[in-house]
């Protein structure tokens, strides 16, 4: 059974960058034909997909995101990882890492029944 588990802060200030760490377990994020996405939900609003990782370690973003997202990877520990830039009130939401065994297709909103795997969630709040 593949597991995700997110982590980093609650609570960051403005204009500061956002760390997050997704640990996948009972699956490998290098296995052929995978792909690990990044996704958030503000108060009262949709599922916005963020961007993704290949099982071949190319990336793709949501355009929107004006090239503040990064995702990137540690294959030794099976983690993969985001980095938001300047980020604003406006960046507060429930953000989730998720996972499937193909491509997914998101470029703005994310589809839930795209993914076979989520994290919990974690709530980030931007706040001075």
């Known amino acids: 059974q593949v597991r995700l588990q997110e982590s980093g802060p609650g609570l960051v200030k403005p204009s500061q960058t956002l760390s997050l760490t997704c640990t996948v377990s009972?699956?490998?994020?290098?296995?052929?034909?995978?792909?690990w996405s990044w996704i958030r939900q503000p108060p009262g609003k949709g599922l916005e997909w963020l961007g993704y990782?290949?099982?071949?370690?190319?990336?793709r973003y949501n355009p929107g995101l004006s090239s503040r997202a990064s995702v990137f990877r540690d294959t030794s520990k099976n983690q993969f990882f985001l980095q938001l830039k300047s980020m604003t009130p406006e960046d507060t939401a429930v953000y989730f890492c998720?996972?499937?065994?193909?491509?997914?297709?998101?470029?703005?909103?994310?589809?839930?029944?795209?993914?076979?795997?989520w994290g919990q969630g974690i709530q980030v709040t931007v706040s001075s």
């Open positions: 998720a996972g499937a065994p193909r491509q997914t297709y998101a470029t703005t909103i994310a589809w839930r029944n795209e993914y076979d795997y």
């Open positions: 009972g699956g490998n994020i290098t296995s052929e034909y995978s792909y």
């Open positions: 990782i290949a099982h071949s370690g190319g990336t």
